[in-house]
C-alpha cells in the first residue's frame, strides 16, 4: 500500500468527535474546476463472456459534486459502480482516486482509499441488529483492528459514536436493537446508505437508494441524500428523476454500455438525445 | 443485547453461561460414567466439534476437512513421542501446532472458492491426506497407524506435575484444557475478530464491500480451528495409545460435522452437546444393535428438517416454554378467574 495518502483523513478518521460525519471531503474544494477530479475513469470496460456491458466509460468526477448517473435499464450504470467500487474486476481501462490508481485493487482496499457504496439491492448482515451493522461497516475502514481475538467490540469509542450517529441520522435509533432483516423496506434501504456512510469515504457510490420504496420514504431518502452532499462527494444512479434533477450538479446519461451524454441537470433535461433515449421513454428503457 | 457493556474477562464468564455449563459437563461425566476413557473420549470430540463449529457455525464453512487436521494432531504426537522422544507438554502443543499450518495450508486453497466448490476441495483434500497417509508408511505406520504411543507422567522442567497411567487421571489433563480452550474460544467468538466472523457468514459480498479482506479471516478461522481440532487428535492419540489411519479418514471428518450439526451452530456449548450426545448414544446403542448408525441417520434427517439450531436450540426451546409455565401458573394468583 502507497504511503503518501493525499488525504490522510480518509484513511483514519479525524480526531475530533464532535463532528464525527464531517471530515475529508469538507476540504474537497467544491465545484472547483481547476482541481483534478477526486475520480477519474477512462475507457472502462466490462465484458461477462461475449457481453460488453461496459464498452469503454470516461467518468470525472469532481470533488464535492453530486454526480448522477442515469440511463434506462440495462444501460451498465450498475456494473459501472461495480468496477469504480472493485466490487467486479474490470476487463480493461484504469481507475483514478484521488490520486491512486486503483484499477485493480479489491472493494475491500478501496474503502481505505475513502470509497464507499450501498447496493442496489438490499445486502445487509440480516441476522445481526441495526447497530452491529453499522459498527461492522465503521470498523471496516480499520480492518487490522477487527483482527483483535482478545476484546469484545466497544473499546474503540469513536466507531461505536459513528455507529450512533448514523442511527440518528438514519433515524433508526429507536430500532438499534432489532434485527437488520426485521426492518421495513424502506427503513432496511435507508440502512443501506449508512453503511456506506459508516466507512467516513470520502466518495460515497449510492447504487438506486429509493428502489422499491413506498411513495411516503421518498422525502426522508431524498433529505437523507442531500445531507450527505454537504460533506461527501456522491455518486448517485437514480430512476426518480425528481430526485436527480433536484439534487445533482452534473448528470451523466449512459446508454448500452456507453455514455451518451453528460452535462448540468438543465442541459440534460433540454437534450434531443437523451429524450429520445430515456427521459421520454422510462419504462421500457428502450432504444433510441 | 447489551452493545456497550464493558469485557471485563471474569464478568464475561458470568454474562455468558456457556463456560459454566462446560464445567458442569467436566464435573458430571466422572460421577455418571465408570468408564474414564469413555469420558475422555467426550472431551477429546467435543473438542474437535468446538474447531469444526468455529468454521461452520462463526463463519459459515462446510469443512470436511477436520478430519485431515485431527489425524495430523495425532500422527505428529505419535511421531514425536515414538520417535523424535519429545515430552509429552512439547508433542501436544507441537501437534497443535501441525494442526493449525495443515488447516492454514488447505484453507489457503480451499477459501479461493465458494459454495459447493469449497465443500469440494476439502473433501478432495481429506481423500489426499488419507492416501498421503497410507502411502507413508515409515512416517504413519501405514494401515496399522502407529502404535505403542506411550503416556508418560506430566512433567515440565523435569518436575514431573501429575501420572497418568490411569484413565482417569489422564481425563483430569484432558479436561482442564478442554476447559482452558473452551474459554478461550469464548473470548475469541466474543471479541472484534469473531464478530467479524459472523459478518462473513452473514454476506460475504457486503463484509468485503464494507472493507474486510474476507480471506484473511477465513484463513485465520481455518488455523484457528485446525489448532484445536490437532490438539482433539492429539488427546486420543495418547488415550488409545495409537495413531490409527482411521483418525484422518474422512470418516473422521464426518462423524465430527455430524457431532456438530446434532448438538447446533453458533454456539460453543452446542458443540459439546453435540459431541456428549454422539459418543455416549453410540456407545449404548452400539452394544444393543450393530445397526445403530441406522437411528443416528433418522436423528440427522430430523435435526436437518425440524431443528436447526440442534440439541441446543432444542434445550433453549424447552427452557423458554418451562420459563413461560412458571409464568402462567403464577399468573392466577394475581388475577383470580370465577370458580365454577
Known amino acids: 500500500m502507497s504511503s503518501n495518502r493525499s488525504g490522510s483523513s480518509a484513511a483514519m478518521p479525524p480526531a475530533a468527535s464532535t463532528a464525527p460525519l464531517g471530515g475529508a471531503a469538507n476540504a474537497d474544494a467544491k465545484g472547483d474546476m481547476n482541481a483534478p477530479p477526486l475520480l477519474d475513469a477512462r475507457g472502462v470496460v466490462k465484458r461477462y463472456g461475449k457481453f460488453t456491458a461496459l464498452g469503454g466509460v470516461d467518468l470525472r468526477v469532481r470533488a464535492g459534486t453530486v454526480h448522477s448517473v442515469i440511463g434506462p435499464n440495462g444501460a451498465g450504470k450498475t456494473t459501472l459502480f461495480h468496477t469504480l467500487t472493485g466490487t467486479v474486476p474490470i476487463t480493461a481501462g484504469t481507475i483514478q482516486f484521488a490520486g491512486h490508481d486503483v484499477t485493480h485493487e479489491p472493494d475491500n482496499v478501496r474503502v481505505r482509499r475513502g470509497i464507499a457504496r450501498s447496493f442496489q439491492v438490499t445486502s445487509l448482515f440480516a441476522n445481526l441488529d441495526v447497530r452491529e451493522n453499522l459498527r461492522l461497516a465503521a470498523q471496516g475502514a480499520h480492518p487490522t483492528g477487527a483482527f483483535d481475538m482478545w476484546h469484545a467490540p466497544g473499546r474503540r469509542r469513536e466507531i461505536a459514536e459513528l455507529a450512533d450517529a448514523i442511527l440518528q441520522r438514519l433515524g433508526l435509533t429507536a430500532r438499534a436493537g432489532t434485527a437488520a432483516g426485521a426492518l421495513s423496506h424502506g427503513q432496511q434501504r435507508r440502512l443501506e446508505v449508512g453503511m456506506a456512510l459508516a466507512a467516513r469515504p470520502r466518495a460515497i457510490f449510492l447504487d438506486e437508494p429509493t428502489s422499491g420504496m413506498g411513495v411516503d420514504d421518498l422525502d426522508g431518502m431524498k433529505t437523507l441524500i442531500r445531507g450527505l452532499a454537504a460533506d461527501h462527494t456522491v455518486l448517485l444512479i437514480e430512476h426518480n428523476m425528481n430526485i436527480v434533477m433536484d439534487i445533482s450538479d452534473t448528470v451523466t446519461v449512459m446508454q448500452q454500455g456507453r455514455v451518451l451524454v453528460e452535462g448540468t441537470p438543465a442541459a440534460i433535461r433540454d437534450d434531443d438525445r437523451v429524450r429520445a433515449a430515456y427521459l421520454g421513454n422510462m419504462i421500457t428503457g428502450g432504444r433510441a | ?340
Open chain 2, 1 to 340: 443485547m447489551n452493545a456497550s457493556r464493558r469485557a471485563y474477562p471474569l464478568a464475561n464468564l458470568f454474562a455468558n453461561p456457556g463456560w459454566w455449563l462446560a464445567l458442569a459437563v467436566v464435573l458430571i461425566l466422572p460421577l455418571t460414567l465408570n468408564s474414564g476413557t469413555l469420558a475422555t473420549e467426550v472431551l477429546v470430540y467435543a473438542l474437535a466439534v468446538l474447531g469444526c463449529n468455529l468454521l461452520l457455525g462463526y463463519t459459515g464453512l462446510l469443512s470436511f476437512g477436520q478430519g485431515i487436521f485431527f489425524g495430523m494432531g495425532s500422527y505428529t504426537l505419535g511421531i514425536l513421542m515414538t520417535r523424535a522422544g519429545l515430552g509429552l507438554p512439547l508433542s501436544v502443543l507441537l501437534a497443535l501446532v501441525a494442526g493449525a499450518l495443515t488447516a492454514a495450508l488447505v484453507g489457503w486453497f480451499a477459501i479461493r472458492q465458494r459454495g459447493t466448490y469449497f465443500v469440494m476441495l476439502t473433501l478432495a483434500f481429506a481423500q489426499m491426506f488419507y492416501f498421503l497417509a497410507y502411502s507413508l508408511p515409515d512416517w504413519t505406520g501405514g494401515d496399522n497407524g502407529l502404535l505403542n504411543i506411550p503416556r508418560p507422567p506430566l512433567s515440565l522442567f523435569g518436575m514431573t506435575l501429575m501420572p497418568l497411567d490411569s484413565p482417569w487421571r489422564f481425563y483430569t489433563l484432558v479436561a482442564v484444557c478442554f476447559l482452558v480452550v473452551f474459554w478461550l474460544l469464548q473470548r475469541v467468538t466474543a471479541s472484534v475478530f469473531g464478530r467479524t466472523l459472523l459478518a462473513i457468514r452473514e454476506n460475504e459480498t457486503r463484509a468485503s464491500a464494507v472493507g474486510y479482506d474476507t480471506r484473511r479471516f477465513k484463513l485465520a478461522a481455518f488455523a484457528l480451528s485446525g489448532a484445536v481440532t490437532g490438539l482433539a487428535g492429539a488427546f486420543h492419540a495418547l488415550m488409545t495409545g495409537i495413531a490409527p489411519l482411521s483418525n484422518i479418514e474422512y470418516h473422521t471428518s464426518e462423524m465430527i460435522l455430524v457431532m456438530t450439526v446434532i448438538g447446533g451452530t453458533g454456539n460453543l456449548f452446542a458443540s459439546v452437546l453435540g459431541a456428549a450426545f454422539y459418543v455416549l448414544m453410540s456407545d449404548w446403542l452400539s452394544t444393543l444393535w450393530p445397526r445403530w448408525l441406522l437411528l443416528l441417520g433418522l436423528l440427522l434427517i430430523g435435526v436437518s428438517l425440524f431443528m436447526h439450531k440442534g440439541l441446543w436450540g432444542l434445550l433453549q426451546r424447552g427452557w423458554t416454554a418451562l420459563r413461560r409455565g412458571r409464568a402462567a401458573a403464577a399468573a392466577p394468583e394475581g388475577a383470580p378467574e370465577g370458580e365454577r
